[in-house]
T-cell receptor, first 115, second 118 residues
Framework: ETGVTQTPRHLVMGMTNKKSLKCEQH?????MYWYKQSAKKPLELMFV???????ENNSVPSRFSPECPNSSHLFLHLHTLQPEDSALYLC??????????????FGPGTRLLVL | AQKITQTQPGMFVQEKEAVTLDCTYD???????LFWYKQPSSGEMIFLIY????DEQNATEGRYSLNFQKARKSANLVISASQLGDSAMYFC?????WGSGATNKLIFGTGTLLAVQP
């Protein structure tokens, strides 16, 4: 599947910068997700949007601000990040139906380095 | 609480041989789904295979098969005829059916790094 795209692929930012990550899915899905992948840790679910409504926020610091203007696009706005926020940020989408076979399809990720 | 355990941080396999990647899970739910994803160095998580808790047969997708042993709560991934391009991280995941609202929360293991040697 190459139906989920993410930009930029790499990002270096200072702690005082403001940047945004973009995700776009071309699969006609209704649910979109942001995950954080840090070294030697399992993937951490950050946010979930279903039909453009945020349905999950896993105690993510307010310096991460998601936005879902429509079912095809998802943004993650970043401001005043910390070095420990350096990670691979993965976007995923799924049909948004409640059944066990619901499969999430991932984008290539944005590798973020906070200096 | 649901949990996924992958006890092999890394594995080597010779090209053209089969390899089994271990995954055990913990859940009290009767209905759940198990997934395997592949993550090459490029970063993208690629969906490989799915097994439902009520599926009577082990799932297969090309060279991938899932050795599902429900009583032991294990869902091992078997890759047959390994290829150099199979070198990657492999993650086992479980769908948490009781995630809030209409979400489909996936719980991931820590992954196994597979290296295929020529």
């Amino acid at each position: 599947e190459t139906g989920v795209t993410q930009t930029p692929r790499h990002l270096v930012m200072g702690m005082t910068n403001k940047k945004s990550l973009k995700c776009e899915q071309h699969l006609g899905h209704n649910a979109m997700y942001w995950y954080k992948q840090s070294a030697k840790k399992p993937l951490e679910l950050m946010f979930v949007y279903s039909l453009e409504e945020r349905v999950e926020n896993n105690s993510v610091p307010s310096r991460f601000s998601p936005e879902c203007p429509n079912s095809s696009h998802l943004f993650l706005h970043l401001h005043t990040l910390q070095p420990e926020d350096s990670a691979l940020y993965l976007c995923a989408s799924s049909q948004g139906r409640e059944f066990t076979q619901e499969t999430q399809y991932f984008g290539p990720g944005t590798r973020l380095l906070v200096l | 609480a649901q949990k996924i355990t992958q006890t092999q941080p890394g594995m080597f396999v010779q090209e053209k041989e089969a390899v089994t990647l271990d995954c055990t899970y913990d859940t009290s739910d009767q209905s759940y789904g198990l997934f395997w994803y592949k993550q090459p160095s490029s970063g993208e998580m690629i969906f490989l295979i799915y097994q439902g808790s009520y599926d009577e047969q082990n799932a297969t997708e090309g060279r991938y098969s899932l050795n599902f042993q429900k009583a032991r709560k294990s869902a091992n991934l078997v890759i047959s005829a390994s290829q150099l391009g199979d070198s990657a991280m492999y993650f086992c995941a479980m769908r948490d059916p009781w995630g809030s609202g209409a979400t489909n929360k996936l719980i991931f293991g820590t992954g196994t790094l597979l290296a295929v040697q020529p």
